[in-house]
Structures are given as structure tokens and as C-alpha cells.
């Protein structure tokens, strides 16, 4: 079985040279709206390969590609948010789980839009400290995982119940 990732960190280029972030220095770009929010987190540690990683141009490197990555992953749950909303039901439907999420076979996707919110709730905790904006995410998480009825799970063991559960209380907590 060949692994879907690989676990080697791409250095984002150039350190030192511009303090921009552009979407065109990025070899891979996320698609789905947690891979986006968990890129804008990963993408503040530094690498090995950055000689300077705390000088001023460094970190406000990575703190630019960072707020590219979490506006960007904002932009796709609000796209993934409109896109369950016609359609909005119980998780524990068999029909409402057939799509899966690219990042993990027991996640279905649309668990990916509160996760990330969750996600970009935390990066505006520890990079921002804009507590507004994290209540604003946290509650849409919230509503959002309501609209689902994540909230209201019966005993019955589908195979999602693990994600749904853990999606609900990292949600609420």
C-alpha cells in the first residue's frame, strides 16, 4: 500500500528575499477547507532549511503565508457550509456520509467545514488574539455541527461514529 502523503515539508522559498506571501510559491495548494486551516498552523513552524527563522523577514514570511492559508480556508468552508445546506441532515445517514474526506477514509467530508472552523479558531487564539473573531468561529463551528445533529448521536455504531463523536466535543470544548 503506497502512502497517500508524503511526509517531507516543502520549504517555502524565498526566506529572506520577499516578505509576501504569494499562492504561487507554494508547490501544493490544499483544496478542501481543513487541509487550508491546518496548512495556515503548519505553515508558522519553522523548517530546518531557514537559517534565520526568527529574524523579522522570516516570520513575517511565515505569518503572511499563514493569513493567506486561514482566509483561504474561511473562503472554503463557507463554500462547503452553502454546499451542505441544501441538503442538511443527520450525519447518521448512510447517504449523507458516502463522500469521504481526502485527508483521512474515516472522515466524511462534511465534518471537514466545522474541523476547520475549529482549526481557525485556535490559529486566531494563538496568532492573533482576536476574540471576537474566535467566538465568531467557534459559534459557526457550533451551529454548523448542530445543523448536522451532531449533537443529538444515537448509540448506533455507523462507521463514522468515532469522527462524528470526537468532531462534536473538540467542536463544544
Known amino acids: 500500500m503506497t502512502p497517500q502523503y ?66 483561504t480556508a474561511l473562503a472554503a468552508v463557507e463554500k462547503e457550509i452553502d454546499d451542505l445546506s441544501p ?7 448512510t447517504d449523507s456520509c458516502e463522500v469521504r474526506s481526502s485527508l483521512h477514509p474515516r472522515l466524511p467530508a462534511q465534518l471537514e467545514p466545522i474541523l476547520a472552523l475549529v482549526v481557525l479558531g485556535v490559529y486566531e487564539y494563538i496568532q492573533r488574539g ?16 448542530m445543523d448536522i445533529s451532531l449533537h443529538s448521536l444515537d448509540d448506533t455504531v455507523t462507521e463514522f461514529s468515532e469522527a462524528q463523536r470526537r468532531t462534536w466535543w473538540m467542536t463544544v470544548c
Not at 35 to 62: F, G, H
Not at 87 to 93: E, Q, R, T
Not at 130 to 145: C, E, K, L, Y
Open 6 to 71: 508524503e511526509d517531507r515539508p516543502t520549504v517555502i522559498r524565498p526566506f529572506g528575499e520577499n516578505s509576501q506571501a504569494e499562492k504561487s510559491q507554494i508547490p501544493h495548494w490544499p483544496e478542501s477547507s481543513l487541509a487550508l486551516a491546518l496548512s495556515a498552523m503548519l505553515v508558522l513552524i519553522p523548517v530546518a532549511e531557514d537559517q534565520l527563522p526568527t529574524t523579522d523577514t522570516s516570520l513575517t514570511l511565515r505569518r503572511s503565508y499563514a493569513q493567506l492559508f486561514a482566509q
Open 87 to 93: 441538503g442538511l441532515s443527520a450525519v447518521s445517514d
Open 130 to 145: 482576536n476574540i471576537s473573531r474566535i467566538r465568531a468561529r467557534v459559534n459557526q463551528a457550533i451551529t454548523t455541527a
